[in-house]
């Protein structure tokens, strides 16, 4: 809604800001969206192991549509590398019990 202002005004912050509270909570449709905007530079600077990240988080919380290769198709090694240690102290930190 407030992505696009469908039904009330744009906020593109405020979208934001639910997204990541939604998918800091293993919501994986709101994981793949935050995945999508970091992608393509919307709402946040571009950061392609950040997107890579949310999206392989959104797959192992269950989302089978979301590949990473086709989010971030131009991520280098390193950043792949990145991109693993991020998701592995996400999912470290956010262990279900924790």
């Known amino acids: 809604m407030y992505l696009g202002g469908s039904g009330t005004t744009k906020d593109s912050n405020k979208a934001m800001q ?5 998918a ?4 994986s449709p709101a994981q793949y969206i935050v995945g999508k905007l ?3 530079g919307v709402v946040v600077q571009r950061d392609d192991a950040q997107a890579y990240m949310w999206c ?5 919380n269950g989302l089978n549509r979301c590949d990473e ?5 131009q991520l280098t090694g390193d950043q792949k590398r990145e991109a693993d240690r991020r998701v592995q102290e996400w999912l ?7």
Do not use: D, F, M, R
């Open 18 to 22: 639910l997204l990541l509270a939604a």
């Open 24 to 27: 800091e909570k293993q919501y």
């Open 38 to 40: 970091y992608a393509k």
């Open 56 to 60: 392989s988080l959104a797959k192992s």
């Open 69 to 73: 290769e086709h989010v971030t198709p």
């Open 92 to 98: 470290a930190k956010h262990k279900k019990g924790n």
